[in-house]
């Protein structure tokens, strides 16, 4: 299909999903509103350098407060469907032991919000935000007790919101709170060890099957996991890179598609962690691959590889966002195709994808043509890989609002509404309008 908004309407089935992501941690704010606990962001904001702008999330986008206004603009924007998430340590402020009646109230408000407005609710369970007791008094995700107490949180959601949801997710990549929490420290809780990294990303997985059993048990909805997939090419084509990029594709996707639709661990990335190796107990791989109703896949770039493990800019790229991500829309195609055939996968999603922009207002407009071109020309990736046999059934941009960017605070925007953070104005970017215009055309063939 061409990239204008009639062609890509006409690439995709009636059937199609279009929404918008957001995560709790990101928008919400009301840090301490309405007895919610700490969570490990809210520790992780107040340590010294940590966040690069030294902002914190305690009052974010102020969604709390103004989700009404939030679900407005996706009813105007024409959406179908909106993937967010609950925030833990809202709704059980230690992740043990007591619920928080006020917290799940704003929840059922926000779904009362969303169905009143015709918007499908797709929730995630955790985006990162840990009740910060956890880790203090477990240690976080290192600890195995973790497991059962991430599956009781997941029965009690589904128990309650179970019947108004769409989907339920039970992680946002695994990977993410694994390797850029526990090895790289660019993440909450911040440490750097590989073997922490290995060890909580099996506690994930475990977490993830245990849940997904858990909320089968109390719940008829459609379940799943969300992962985040940076395809990996050799920086060179030597072998040596070939070698080095075969073994960042066993580490980001083998590592967590082989255990959770496999039920086994990928064998060369395995051997080449070597003592960083989890502790597998017996049953966990059985535990771990649960049938699953869909899978959600987040995609921004993809990583260039060398023998050195040094990320190199490779020749070809065609440009960068405002994080520095290679812009690579075939590779989506290639990717989604590839899953496919080696996984047979449930049905999937593009759960995110987007773009970081410096965006600026300019007479009450924010021209930001970058960004339209990167959703059209990732729409004609997904069309692309529907035609070569890929199940994929929506798309979900990621996201509603500029809002807060982890470690690098409020300074990249990625939303296809501006948020002036002095105001908390939102104002619909070019981008979100062209969506629109997409999605009303859509709409028209179904
Ligand atoms: C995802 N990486 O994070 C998250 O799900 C969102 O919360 C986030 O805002 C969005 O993408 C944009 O960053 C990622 O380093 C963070 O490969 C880092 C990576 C991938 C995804």
Not at 76 to 96: E, N
Not at 104 to 114: M, P, T
Not at 222 to 239: D, K, R, S
Not at 260 to 278: K, N
């Amino acid at each position: 299909p061409r990239a204008e908004p009639a062609a890509l309407a006409d690439a995709f089935p009636p059937d199609f999903l279009w929404g918008v992501a957001t995560s709790a941690a990101q928008i919400e704010g009301a840090a301490f509103e309405d007895g919610k606990g700490a969570s490990i962001w809210d520790h992780f904001c107040r340590q010294p350098g940590r966040i690069k702008d030294g902002s914190n999330i305690d009052v974010a986008c102020d969604h709390y407060h103004r989700f009404r206004d939030d679900v407005a603009l996706m009813q105007q924007l024409g959406l179908d469907c909106y993937r967010f998430s609950l925030s833990w340590p809202r709704v059980q402020p230690d992740g043990q032991g007591a619920w928080n009646e006020a917290g799940f109230a704003f929840y059922d408000r926000l779904l009362d919000a969303l169905l009143e407005a015709g918007l499908q609710p797709h929730a995630t369970l955790y985006h990162w935000d840990l009740p910060q007791a956890l880790d203090e008094q477990l240690g976080g995700w290192l600890s195995r007790d973790v497991v059962g107490h991430f599956a009781d949180y997941a029965a009690e959601v589904a128990r309650r919101f179970g019947d108004r949801l769409a989907s339920i997710a039970t992680h946002n990549e695994p990977w993410c709170t694994a390797t850029l929490g526990y090895e790289t420290a660019q993440f909450a809780p911040g440490h750097t060890s590989r073997a922490e990294s290995l060890q909580v990303a099996h506690h994930l997985m475990l977490s993830h099957g245990d849940a997904v059993a858990a909320m089968r048990a109390v719940t008829r909805t459609p379940l799943g996991i969300v992962l985040n997939h940076t395809p990996a090419f050799p920086a060179t084509p030597t072998e040596a890179d070939r070698r080095a990029a075969r073994i960042d594709d066993g580490l980001n996707v083998r590592w967590y598609m082989d255990p959770i639709l496999r039920g086994c661990y990928p064998a060369d990335a395995w051997q080449h962690v070597g003592a960083d190796a989890p502790q597998v107990a017996a049953g966990d791989l059985d535990r771990i691959r649960q049938p699953l109703d869909f899978l959600g896949l987040n995609f921004y770039t993809r990583s260039l590889v060398g023998a050195d493990g040094q990320p190199v800019t490779g020749p070809g790229a065609r440009g960068f966002t405002d994080m520095g991500w290679e812009i690579v829309p075939e590779v989506l195609t290639q990717h989604l195709v590839r899953l496919a055939r080696e996984y047979n996968p449930p049905p999937l999603y593009i759960t995110e994808n987007g773009m970081a922009n410096a965006d600026r207002l300019v007479d009450g407009r924010v021209p930001d043509a970058e960004r339209t071109a990167y959703l059209a020309s990732h729409l004609q990736a997904v069309a692309a890989a529907r035609n070569l046999g890929a199940d994929v059934r929506g798309y979900f941009y990621w996201s509603l609002l500029d809002n807060f960017e982890w470690n690098s605070g409020y300074a990249k925007r990625f939303g296809l509404v501006h948020v002036d953070y002095a105001t908390q104005e939102r104002r619909l970017k070019d981008s979100a309008l062209w969506y629109a215009d997409m999605i009303r055309r859509h709409r028209q063939r179904r």
